[in-house]
């Protein structure tokens, strides 16, 4: 009985601190179903003071499941043979953006696998730049395309780009190797070098983990959030691994923690993280919704702010499976909002339709260079 105390009281003076240190950090994340109670409310209160009860919504449009790249965990990776692999049309974008902006949705995200060739850049500069004509300038405009070169980034940033999300997956070198295949095409160091590019661009940079990956200690997560801190990312989405059939990684299934923990583990990843970067913004990603039907929600409870509402066209979602059992997959984009809106608020929130939504962290860290 007095040691279930003094462990209460651990939690409680971590709490307390500036700065945690990574053994702080490991023992959030190992905390009790007791003593979590205290780090929600903690990292909720953040929220309320730091954000308020808004979220905003980034209408995601998942244009293409073409790829090059081989990631192990990835169920569209080049290497499966079992995808049905599909682009969406410039018409069909443009139809999904014009939903997003009539609908007041602040910004929308372009997601797809990796390519690299001279045509597709192209088409993508076209893309941005027609967006931001239909829009009036006002649709911002997050892009999701993995690994391109800085000219690339620059090509995409001056069209009109004005954020970038690529997810580290790891922080840790050692365990990135594990998850990707080892050659040119999957290197940590470049995976860094993009993040810093990004960066100097002047785009607000976003990343993330997947948490509850093969291999992956409890340690390796505390390094993953110090690494947010340390490099200084706007944004973050991060959410349970979750494995898909055609995949290397699927032979180690029966190693993984239990769904359910995986999705614990998640939030308290987001509310840790919360407490440690207080203004950035932070996604109530799909995969905690595909373990959790009321996961998006739970992860706004928890210090989240930002939720992606899929505006792939559905004819196409089922194909982007990046894991198994992705949600709404059969569901048309009014039909999402009309959901969304009504789970947002049973959350506390309120949506902040018409607003870009940017990372407050953003803007200070401009000042401060
Ligand atoms: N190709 C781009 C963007 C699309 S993939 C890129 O890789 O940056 C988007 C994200 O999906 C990846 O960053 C990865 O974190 C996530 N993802 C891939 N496979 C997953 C899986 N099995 N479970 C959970 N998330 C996964
Ligand atoms: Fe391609 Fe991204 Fe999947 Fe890797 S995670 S295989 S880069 S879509």
């Given at each position: 009985?007095?040691?279930?105390?003094?462990?209460?009281?651990?939690?409680?003076?971590?709490?307390?601190?500036?700065?945690?240190?990574?053994?702080?950090?490991?023992?959030?994340?190992?905390?009790?179903?007791?003593?979590?109670?205290?780090?929600?409310?903690?990292?909720?209160?953040?929220?309320?003071?730091?954000?308020?009860?808004?979220v905003w919504f980034r209408?995601l449009?998942e244009?293409?499941?073409?790829?090059?790249?081989?990631?192990?965990?990835?169920?569209?990776?080049?290497?499966?043979?079992?995808?049905?692999?599909?682009?969406?049309?410039?018409?069909?974008?443009?139809?999904?953006?014009?939903?997003?902006?009539?609908?007041?949705?602040?910004s929308?995200v372009l997601q797809?696998?990796?390519?690299?060739?001279?045509?597709?850049?192209?088409?993508?500069?076209?893309?941005?730049?027609?967006?931001?004509?239909?829009?009036?300038?006002?649709?911002?405009?997050t892009l999701s395309?993995g690994?391109?070169?800085?000219?690339?980034?620059?090509?995409?940033?001056?069209?009109?780009?004005?954020r970038y999300l690529i997810r580290i997956e790891v922080?840790?070198?050692?365990?990135?190797?594990?998850?990707?295949?080892?050659?040119?095409?999957?290197?940590?160091?470049?995976?860094?070098?993009?993040l810093?590019?990004?960066?100097?661009?002047?785009?607000q940079v976003g990343t993330g983990v997947m948490i509850?990956?093969?291999?992956?200690?409890?340690?390796?997560?505390?390094?993953d959030l110090?690494?947010f801190?340390?490099?200084?990312i706007d944004m973050i989405g991060m959410g349970p691994y979750i494995?898909?059939?055609?995949?290397?990684?699927?032979?180690?299934?029966?190693?993984?923690?239990?769904?359910?923990?995986?999705?614990?583990?998640s939030l308290?990843m987001i509310?840790?993280l919360r407490?440690?970067m207080?203004?950035i913004n932070i996604a109530a990603t799909t995969a905690m919704q595909s373990?959790?039907?009321?996961g998006r929600?739970?992860a706004l409870?928890?210090g989240a702010n930002i939720i992606m509402p899929n505006?792939?066209?559905?004819?196409?979602?089922?194909?982007?499976?990046l894991y198994?059992?992705?949600?709404?997959?059969?569901?048309?984009?009014?039909?999402?909002?009309?959901?969304?809106?009504?789970?947002?608020?049973?959350?506390?929130?309120?949506?902040?339709?018409?607003?870009?939504g940017?990372s407050?962290?953003?803007?200070?860290?401009?000042?401060?260079?």
């Amino acid at each position: 009985m007095n040691k279930d105390i003094k462990i209460v009281n651990n939690i409680e003076e971590i709490l307390l601190k500036e700065e945690l240190s990574k053994q702080d950090i490991i023992s959030l994340l190992n905390a009790n179903e007791h003593e979590k109670t205290s780090i929600f409310a903690k990292a909720l209160q953040i929220k309320r003071e730091q954000i308020g009860n808004k979220v905003w919504f980034r209408g995601l449009i998942e244009f293409s499941n073409l790829c090059s790249k081989n990631c192990f965990y990835c169920g569209i990776r080049s290497g499966n043979t079992n995808v049905h692999r599909y682009e969406v049309t410039d018409n069909e974008i443009i139809d999904a953006v014009n939903y997003a902006y009539n609908n007041q949705f602040g910004s929308i995200v372009l997601q797809a696998g990796e390519r690299t060739n001279k045509s597709y850049i192209q088409r993508i500069t076209d893309i941005i730049r027609k967006i931001k004509k239909l829009s009036n300038g006002e649709l911002g405009i997050t892009l999701s395309l993995g690994e391109q070169t800085e000219e690339t980034y620059r090509k995409w940033f001056d069209a009109g780009a004005h954020r970038y999300l690529i997810r580290i997956e790891v922080s840790n070198r050692e365990l990135y190797k594990k998850l990707h295949p080892s050659d040119n095409n999957h290197i940590y160091d470049k995976r860094i070098e993009a993040l810093q590019l990004l960066q100097k661009i002047g785009y607000q940079v976003g990343t993330g983990v997947m948490i509850g990956l093969p291999f992956q200690t409890i340690e390796n997560l505390a390094e993953d959030l110090l690494f947010f801190k340390d490099f200084g990312i706007d944004m973050i989405g991060m959410g349970p691994y979750i494995e898909h059939e055609d995949t290397p990684l699927y032979q180690y299934k029966d190693t993984l923690l239990s769904k359910k923990e995986r999705f614990d583990l998640s939030l308290k990843m987001i509310a840790i993280l919360r407490i440690m970067m207080k203004n950035i913004n932070i996604a109530a990603t799909t995969a905690m919704q595909s373990i959790d039907p009321l996961g998006r929600e739970k992860a706004l409870k928890v210090g989240a702010n930002i939720i992606m509402p899929n505006l792939t066209p559905v004819k196409y979602r089922s194909d982007y499976l990046l894991y198994e059992d992705k949600p709404c997959i059969n569901e048309e984009a009014e039909e999402c909002k009309n959901c969304l809106e009504a789970r947002v608020k049973m959350a506390g929130d309120e949506i902040a339709y018409g607003e870009w939504g940017d990372s407050r962290y953003f803007f200070n860290r401009q000042k401060s260079h």
